[in-house]
């Protein structure tokens, strides 16, 4: 989470967006980046999550950094029906099958299957296009799971690449921020 945080190069001002922020630590990385004047919003749909996301933003964040970070419960792969064109950065480090926890713990692998695997893929790809249709031209968006599936990963940026042809491409990790040209992650 860490990585995904510094990979998405926030600067001083920008307007951020943390679709799937919860449990916390990846928006603190942001609220510290977005520095005096930018903005945070720290989006996760879980209740429960969000909760804890809220005790974290309170228990670690100055009061003058929290007034400008605002928590909110919007479902990600819907977010473009109310903003276009909003952000500068996006991080959507998303829900996904975790399979690296099977190798750990037992009751995870009752858990998983094929059709898990599937139906996450499919709500991946709608989160993702949805934050592309959020994010300002020259923004950009990184996309991350922590699972080992690649319809999970590798699958889901190849889709999106492929439908939305001319509007994203892929930058290479090292990348300066001034690179990108269209919107890019």
Known sequence: SVLAAEALGVENGQDVLDLCAAPGGKS???AEKIA????LVANDRSASRRGRLKRVI???LPPHVQERVRVTAHDATKWCLFETE???RILLDAPCSS???VLHDAS????WSLARIKQ???RQYAMLASALLTLRPGGRLVYSTCA???QENDGIIEKLLKKKRGKARVLPAHAPIGEQSTHGW
Do not use: V
């Open 99 to 101: 399979e690296r926890h």
């Open 36 to 39: 005096e004047t930018g903005t």
């Open 28 to 30: 603190l990385i942001l």
């Open 148 to 150: 080992l599936a690649p």
């Open 86 to 88: 909003a952000y500068d």
């Open 58 to 60: 309170e228990s670690y």
């Open 108 to 111: 995870a692998l009752d858990a």
């Open 120 to 122: 996450l893929a499919a």
